[in-house]
């Protein structure tokens, strides 16, 4: 008798102390409500629990939360007014682009290598090498289209997520459909005429990194499958990435692209993970990870957290910041792999806060930067690096938030944007 006593003095005491909270007590615990009511609806949109942890990678709902509404906060107004511009945009893909250059058909994807041009002591021979320097005569008509679906289509998916309308996830579907079911409209699931060279060759395994344009596509996919899109149609999507995941995997061209020395590798483990992330293929999420902690560090990140190889370019500025980016999104497409890959480092801190304590300096003043000028497109950067967003969440560093969120976050140099591949992170967080 004298413990229930006990218990209920103790009920009473509480009940006095909530009923005494301050009106801005009672209105936090009341904002705290809100937040998890955000955070449910947001998992929701996502399809279910799981399929949210992969997609936002993170493994504490609190956390993920606070990444949800930093990026929401930030991005929210870019966001609707892009998805708004977009739903009058109808899907358009290659074959709406014929070309005689390629050696491919109507729905092989076809491409010419940048810096290749004609050699003016044999005009009518194959192509000579200026690094760093594009070709304006280029064809380059499948790669626009590759571009826009990658601009408008994870644009369109974000402000469904943020909106629940359902006028933007229908538009995304039927750039899916268009790009990835349609027989008239889809693309093969390969790229063996990508990067040719005029006389030397029809294509090329570095022409692989012209679909780092589909990680984000595939990224938005992961929201709409099936819920949206319906299940034959959501099948025959992650069908058409498990087909162009095993080529990228297993052809000769996929291999020599993925044993690359350089960005051209860490854009081909981008791919990999997020399209095999896509497709429910964990066995090459984790050979990945494997590469990237056994190989892309070791061999890529120097002890100051540079790229060399980046540094040894002729535009080693744009080449050091795209290659940190795809590293990040490398990072955040293995979210729910142990340990945790944004936070992991070899022995010796080699790790991705190491790549973002080298860059950050020359992200927040350009005029810092100690190498030698790029020979094209210098004065375009820089713009929001996701690389500064991911790790700034990951080691918990408000600066390079802050900084993420006062850069340029679409920027229209087309040289820019061509190595810009994640630009609704949103989609990431």
């Not at 291999?255 to 399209?275: I, P, V, Y």
């Not at 984790?286 to 370019?313: N, T």
Request: glycine share 6%; hydrophobic share 40%.
């Amino acid at each position: 008798m004298q413990a229930l006593k006990i218990a209920f003095s103790i009920v009473r005491r509480m009940r006095k102390i909530f009923l005494n909270r301050s009106q801005k007590q009672r209105k936090k615990r009341l904002m705290t409500a809100l937040d998890r009511r955000m955070f449910l609806k947001a998992a929701t949109v996502a399809g279910c629990s799981t399929a949210a942890g992969l997609a936002w990678g993170l493994p504490h709902p609190a956390k993920q939360l606070d990444a949800f509404r930093t990026v929401s906060a930030t991005d929210r107004k870019r966001i609707l007014e892009a998805g708004d511009r977009y739903l009058s945009q109808a899907p358009l893909t290659i074959t709406a682009f014929p070309t005689k250059r390629s050696a491919g058909g109507l729905h092989d994807f076809y491409s010419q290598a940048d810096y290749f041009w004609p050699n003016p002591k044999n005009p009518d021979g194959p192509y000579a090498n200026r690094d760093g320097q594009s070709n304006p005569d280029n064809f380059n008509d499948h790669r626009k289209v590759m571009v826009a679906l990658s601009i408008q289509m994870p644009a369109l998916t974000a402000a469904w997520v943020l909106t629940e309308d359902p006028r933007y996830a229908q538009k995304a579907c039927d750039h899916l459909r268009a790009w990835f079911v349609t027989s008239e409209t889809r693309m093969n699931p390969n790229l063996m005429f990508s990067q040719a060279i005029q006389g030397v060759s029809t294509g090329r395994s570095i022409g692989i990194i012209d679909t780092l344009h589909l990680v984000e596509v595939a990224r938005a996919a992961s929201f709409l499958t099936p819920k949206m899109l319906g299940a034959a149609d959501s099948a025959a999507v992650k069908a058409w990435f498990a087909s162009y995941l095993d080529w990228l995997c297993n052809s000769e061209r996929g291999k020599g692209e993925r044993d690359t020395q350089n960005n051209h590798s860490m854009c081909w483990a981008l791919q990999a993970a997020e399209f095999a992330r896509l497709s429910d293929n964990n066995a090459v999420r984790e050979e990945v990870y494997r590469r990237y902690k056994e190989i892309l560090l070791p061999d890529q990140l120097a002890a100051d957290g540079s790229f060399p190889k980046e540094l040894a370019r002729t535009k080693p500025y744009s080449y050091s910041i795209f290659n940190f980016d795809v590293m990040a999104g490398l990072c955040q497409s293995l979210k729910g792999l142990a340990p945790d890959p944004p936070a992991f480092k070899l022995p010796d801190g080699r790790g991705l806060s190491k790549a973002a304590e080298f860059i950050y300096p020359f992200l927040k003043d350009k005029g810092a930067w100690k190498w030698a000028k790029d020979v094209e497109h210098f004065d375009a950067l820089p713009v929001r690096s996701p690389g500064l967003l991911f790790a700034g969440l990951a080691a918990h560093e408000e600066k390079y938030i802050d900084l993420w969120k006062t850069l340029n976050p679409d920027p229209t140099d087309k040289e820019v944007i061509r190595n810009y591949p994640i630009r609704q992170p949103l989609l990431w967080v």
